[in-house]
Nanobody
Framework: QLQASGGGLVQPGGSLRLSCAAS????????MGWYRQAPGSQRELVAF???????NYADSVKGRFTISRDNAENTVDLKMNSLTPEDTAVYYC?????????WGQGTQVTVSS
């Protein structure tokens, strides 16, 4: 249903763009977001986008990350700038539709010199 891509190894201060491709139209999906889970930690919200165009971000990524959804391409991207080692985690795409929660398979982001 959701296919995440774009993870990898990047140096501190670098940038990455994650992309989440949905197998169906996202136009009706009220909520689409990105979460992450670092080793030994719980999964946490990174950013979400609502169908009305509004967005929200975790305090730790505000000003550095940007979430964007493309209803024509059925994708939700996460542009990540000024990455730090604390951003290292597996990043998951998430969507909600008609009371059903969908999760992508996760993509690893490692920030290290």
């Amino acid at each position: 249903q959701l296919q995440a891509s774009g993870g990898g190894l990047v140096q501190p201060g670098g940038s990455l763009r994650l992309s989440c491709a949905a197998s169906r139209s996202i136009r009706s999906m009220i909520y689409m977001g990105w979460y992450r889970q670092a080793p030994g930690s719980q999964r946490e919200l990174v950013a979400f986008s609502l169908s009305d165009g509004s967005t929200n971000y975790a305090d730790s990524v505000k000003g550095r990350f940007t979430i964007s959804r493309d209803n024509a391409e059925n994708t939700v991207d996460l542009k990540m700038n000024s990455l730090t080692p604390e951003d290292t985690a597996v990043y998951y795409c998430h969507a909600r539709h008609s009371g059903i929660y969908y999760w992508g398979q996760g993509t690893q982001v490692t920030v290290s010199s």
